[in-house]
């Protein structure tokens, strides 16, 4: 749902000549925030669940 509604923003947004650009800008940018949120998301979970359990 958040790929389809960030397509047709880009659609009524951007000029012709920067669609590419911007697009591209805004993906890898976006990648680096869920690999970044993904790694400490790796280390927190487990260390919730130990907390749980030993409390």
Request: hydrophobic residues 55%; positive net charge; aromatic residues 6%.
């Amino acid at each position: 749902m958040l790929i389809i509604s960030a397509l047709v923003a880009l659609l009524l947004q951007g000029k012709s000549g920067h669609r590419g650009k911007i697009f591209s800008s805004a993906v890898s940018e976006s990648t680096k925030t869920i690999i970044s949120a993904g790694f400490v998301l790796i280390f927190t979970i487990p260390m919730v669940r130990l907390l749980k359990t030993n409390l």
